[in-house]
């Protein structure tokens, strides 16, 4: 079988959390509503929008979830029409972490809560879409922890659990890896805590994308 390193967006690849902050805070202005700590949203990002939401506003009904989902789409989409993102750079040491696996013979894919727009955006930003073999996003599957993003990645790469790999910065990667029969790789430079990586399940978590390459070829 083929050997499958599968990598979250925001918070494992790329530094996205201004950007989320911002448009979460305007979703709540939408709606009249005084947004959340940075921190609190920090927490969320990785589920999929109305579960997220659901989160930061449990007194709410679901339609109200479903409605500010639309309205955060609307705000990051303005933002990016504007011109006014900020910058998403990628973590240090990624770029070359992602060329050395590829070089080692490794397929490479993307799990992320990030609708098929937005990860292509960011992928082509970087230059590195063409890395990719499965790109799985929250417009076709439910939200993580739900396994559905790495079932179906492990069959369009050709790869199975004990060949596949989850590498994420939160607990809803390493909960889903594990849901998945996959290996969970925590990485400790994102947005939840080494300890909540490993009592989530994570098999592993490693400090700096320089150590990824050698930590799967471990496994």
Not at 22 to 29: G, V
Not at 69 to 79: I, N, P, Q, T
Not at 117 to 131: K, N, P, V, Y
Request: charged share 20%; glycine share 8%.
């Amino acid at each position: 079988m083929n050997r499958l390193a599968l990598f979250d967006c925001d918070g494992t690849l790329v530094d996205s959390q201004a950007n989320i902050c911002r448009a979460m805070e305007q979703c709540f202005a939408t709606s009249r509503l005084d947004p959340p700590p940075r921190d609190a949203i920090r927490r969320i990002v990785g589920l999929s929008l109305v579960p997220a939401l659901a989160q930061l506003l449990p007194e709410a009904e679901p339609h109200q979830h479903a409605a500010m989902a639309e309205d955060y789409k609307r705000a990051f989409f303005a933002m990016r029409a504007s011109g006014s993102l900020d910058p998403e750079p990628l973590f240090d040491g990624i770029a070359e972490a992602i060329e050395t696996l590829h070089a080692g013979g490794w397929l490479l894919g993307v799990a992320t809560g990030k609708s098929d727009r937005g990860l292509a955006h960011i992928l082509a930003h970087h230059g590195l879409a063409e890395r990719f073999v499965t790109l799985q996003t929250a417009d076709r599957h439910p939200s993580k922890p739900h396994p559905s993003m790495i079932e179906t990645a492990m069959a369009e790469a050709g790869a199975s659990p004990d060949t596949t790999a989850m590498i994420g910065d939160t607990s809803f990667d390493t909960a889903m890896a594990r849901a998945a029969g996959a290996h969970a790789v925590g990485v400790a430079w994102g947005y939840h805590s080494r300890h909540e990586l490993l009592e989530s399940g994570a098999h592993h978590v490693v400090e700096h994308a320089a150590a990824l390459p050698a930590q799967l070829e471990a496994l």
